[in-house]
């Protein structure tokens, strides 16, 4: 099959073996798969991964029970044992075993085929496209946010950060109806927020004053978290959602002094992530920037990192 390879740098295998799926897996085949921030940080370091890279898709299920046989589906990433201590505890995305698809110990998506287990398959309903399906697992990790932090409409919430996440983030967190501020450096990807009427600021345009209640930090930058420092009021929450190779130095006296509560946040709902866009309630069209062909995945890497350049899918056995 092909797929795309990371191991100290990244190559389209045009002849990689096909994945053989283990008892409780299915064999899915691959129609389309979206590059993420993280799929990028992998080629620079992060997790010290290598292998077929990729966590975001929509397949047709090819093998495994014949319950799932040809149900389009979406993929929960990460792969637990389900009877530690952390699993049975109602934690089982940390589980202590887990694999991570594409990120850790486990095969990606960027291929035409991968296996999963059973219990991490999503049937879509139709109202949802392909194009669309690819959403699921980052707007999911966006809804995360609601379930961790309660939001209300009084509430003066900013987001740092316009790119991929940021985005979606900015969506799910307009739903509650709070004060809402996006904060980001891209002018393009400012007006993709301003079109869906959400305040757009430019970085340096922001008075770093520490009076917002909750700042959620999304820029996939070390910078991230000193910018929601000086925008967080005192006793207030920062969210923290970006993962990167090189963590760099970073100041938490001003998060002692000001007794701010800090929140990681990684891997969210995707029941939520589907309902909410089968409702037309997050729109995620206008950010597919390029649709490629994994033919041309490496050249679709390198258009993902450009500036005005959103979301880049991979097409790879489209219907």
């Known amino acids: 099959m092909r797929a795309i390879v990371f191991n100290d740098q990244?190559?389209?295998?045009?002849?990689?073996?096909?994945?053989?799926?283990?008892?409780?897996e299915a064999l899915i085949k691959v129609r389309y798969a979206g590059i993420c921030s993280t799929d990028i940080a992998i080629?620079?370091?992060?997790?010290?991964?290598?292998?077929?890279?990729?966590?975001?898709?929509?397949?047709?299920?090819?093998?495994?029970?014949?319950?799932?046989?040809?149900?389009?589906?979406?993929?929960?990433?990460?792969?637990?044992?389900g009877s530690c201590p952390t699993c049975q505890g109602g934690l089982s995305n940390h589980c202590p075993n887990?694999?991570?698809?594409?990120i850790l110990n486990r095969s990606g998506c960027f291929a035409d085929f991968v296996a999963m287990p059973t219990r991490n398959?999503?049937?879509?309903?139709?109202?949802?496209?392909?194009?669309?399906?690819?959403?699921?697992?980052?707007?999911?990790?966006?809804?995360?946010?609601v379930k961790q932090v309660a939001i209300d409409e009084r509430m003066r919430v900013a987001v740092i950060g316009s790119g991929?996440?940021?985005?979606?983030?900015?969506?799910?967190?307009?739903?509650?109806?709070?004060?809402?501020?996006?904060?980001?450096?891209?002018?393009?990807?400012?007006?993709?927020?301003?079109?869906?009427?959400?305040?757009?600021?430019p970085i340096d345009r922001v008075p770093r004053r520490q009076d917002r209640d909750v700042v959620i930090e999304c820029t996939g930058s070390p910078d991230g978290l000193a910018i929601a420092q000086d925008?967080?009021?005192?006793?207030?929450?920062?969210?923290?959602?970006?993962?990167?190779?090189?963590?760099?130095?970073?100041?938490?006296?001003?998060?002692?002094?000001?007794e701010v509560n800090?929140?990681?946040?990684?891997?969210?709902?995707?029941?939520?992530?589907?309902?909410?866009?089968?409702?037309?309630?997050?729109?995620?069209?206008?950010?597919?920037?390029?649709v490629i062909s994994i033919d041309r995945g490496i050249e679709?890497?390198?258009l993902s990192g450009e500036a005005n350049t959103v979301k880049v899918l991979l097409k790879i056995n489209p219907r």
Not at 10 to 24: I, K, R
Not at 98 to 102: F, I, L, Q, W, Y
């Open 121 to 145: 398959l999503h049937e879509l309903p139709d109202a949802i496209s392909d194009e669309e399906a690819v959403f699921v697992e980052p707007l999911a990790a966006a809804w995360q946010i």
């Open 164 to 201: 991929k996440l940021g985005l979606l983030v900015a969506q799910v967190i307009a739903t509650l109806d709070c004060q809402l501020e996006v904060v980001g450096r891209n002018p393009h990807t400012l007006e993709l927020v301003e079109k869906k009427h959400i305040q757009a600021t």
């Open 98 to 102: 887990r694999t991570v698809m594409g």
């Open 10 to 24: 990244l190559v389209l295998d045009t002849n990689h073996p096909d994945p053989t799926p283990a008892e409780g």
């Open 43 to 81: 080629t620079h370091g992060y997790m010290g991964f290598s292998g077929i890279i990729g966590h975001e898709m929509v397949g047709d299920v090819v093998a495994g029970p014949e319950s799932w046989l040809g149900k389009r589906v979406v993929c929960e990433i990460n792969c637990v044992c």
């Open 231 to 258: 925008m967080v009021r005192p006793r207030g929450t920062i969210v923290l959602k970006s993962t990167y190779a090189n963590g760099g130095q970073i100041d938490l006296a001003p998060a002692v002094i000001n």
């Open 300 to 302: 679709a890497f390198e």
């Open 262 to 290: 800090i929140i990681g946040s990684r891997c969210g709902p995707f029941a939520d992530a589907i309902a909410s866009l089968t409702r037309r309630q997050i729109d995620v069209r206008a950010m597919i920037s390029r």
